[in-house]
C-alpha cells in the first residue's frame, strides 16, 4: 500500500515556470480533456493569463509576491465570481451572472491564486455522483466510464485531470471528501462556521461549507487558511483565529470506526491501515458506534426541509429563468419552476415541504433535530477520550456512470459515512490511502475537535510518513 498511490495528471508550480507558463500548460490539458470529462462549464483564459502576466512583472522587478501567488484553482458552481456566470448546474439559474465575490474568492484573490474555471456539479449541491448536473455528467479522469463522485465532481475531476492545483467545493453531506476520495485526492470539510458562505448558492444551511479539493496537503492548508476566519456578511462564522498550521507530534490515541458492509477492498484497506498504525505505536481503538442507521433519515429530513425554503427564492421574478408561457402570477411560478428545476431537486424540495407540514413537523423534522444533538454529544464525548476519530470516506471505491440514476436511496446511502461531520459540525479531512486491483482510490477521513483541522493536517502528514 502507497499513499496516494493513484496517478495523477501534475501541473507545473511556481517555482518550476513561470506563472505565464503555469497558466498555458492549465490551459493545453483543459482544451485536450475537457470535452470528455465535462468538468469545467467556463474557463477564464484572459483573465487567468492577464493575472499570470501581472505576477511574472512582480516577480521580475523583485517584488514580494503574496502567499498564493500562481497557484491555479476552479470554483464549483455554486460559489460567486463576480462578472462570471453561476448556475449551481441548474437551468433555472441559466445565464445568470454574479454581481459580488464570495468572501472565499476575494480572499483566494488577494492571496494571488489564479482562478481557472468553472466546475460542473450536481444540481444545487445535491448528489454523489454528479450525474444531477443540468449540464450532463462528469468521468471520472482516474477510471474512464465510473462517476467522480459529487456534488463536486466537476471540482474534484478538475483537479486530478491537471487543471489545477486546487478546487473549491462545498460540503453539505460529504460533496468535498466523497469526489476527493473518488479522484484520490485530499479533501477538507471545514468545522461549521469556519469558513464564510457568504456567496455559496444555500443547499442547507445549517451543513453547508466551503472547502479545498487538492492533491498536495501543502496547497489545500494554505488555501484552507487564506479562505478561513470570521467574516462580517456571515453570521454564522466563527470569530476564533485561525492558527497556522505548524508541524506537530502527531495525535497518539485514535477512534476506529469500522461499519458492516463495506466493499471488501475499503475493509482491506482500512484493516491494513489500522494494524500499521497500531505498530507504529498509535494507540488506534475500534469503537461501537449504535447511530449508523439514523445517520441517513436524520440528514435527509433535515436537509430537505432546509433546502424546500431556501430555493423558495427561484420564483422565475427575481432572477434566473422566466417561463414564457405564464399567464397568472402563481402559473409564473409554478412554471418558471417546473420548467427550470431538474427531478432531484424537485423531489428534494417536495420530501422538504412535506416533513415541515403540520401533522408531520413533529414526527420528522423534531425527531430528526434530536437525533442531531445525540450524535454531536456522543461525537463530544468520543473526542473526549481520543483525538481523532478515523471512518471511510465511502463505504465503496468510484461506481459506474448510470449504475444509481434509477434508484436515489441507493445514491443516499452512499453518504453513509460522510453526513455524519455535517450533522454535529465537526470538521473531517479525506486522505487519499490507495485504490482497488483495479485501480479505483480507496479514502479515509480524520474527524477532530471543532476548529482542530490542524490535528487534523497533523495526523495526515503523519500517515503519509508512514507510508498509507
Ligand atoms: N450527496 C449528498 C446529498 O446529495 C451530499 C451533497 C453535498 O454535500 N452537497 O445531499
Redesign the pocket.
Known sequence: MSSAAVTKATLPRPGQASYGEIVHAALARIAAENARLNALLDVYAEEALAQAEALDKQAAAGQPLPRLAGLLYVHKDNIAVAGHRLSAASRILEGFVSPYDATVIERLKAAGAICIGRANC?EF????SNENSAYGPVQNPLAEGYVPG???GGSAAAVAAGFCHVALG???????R?PAAFCGLYGLKPTYGRVSRYGLIA??SS??QIGPIAASLDDLIAFYEVMAGWDSRDATTAAYPVKPYTSQEPPKRWAWLQPVGLHPAVEAHMQAIYEILQKKGFVVEKVDFPYWEYLIPA??IL?TAEASSNLARYDGVRYGHRSAQAHTLEELYARSRREGFGP?VKR?ILLGTFVLSAGYYDAYYTQAQKVRRILYDFTESLLGQYAIIALPTSATPPFRLGEKTQDPIQ??L??LL??YA?LTGHPALQVPVGQTAEGLPIGLQLMGPLYEENRLFTAAYAMAALGV
Open positions: 450536481d449541491a445535491m448528489g454523489s459529487g456534488s463536486s462545498s460540503d453539505t453531506g460529504g460533496s468535498i466523497q443547499y442547507a451543513f453547508d440528514y435527509y436537509t432531484e428534494r445514491m443516499y452512499s453518504d460522510t453526513v455535517n
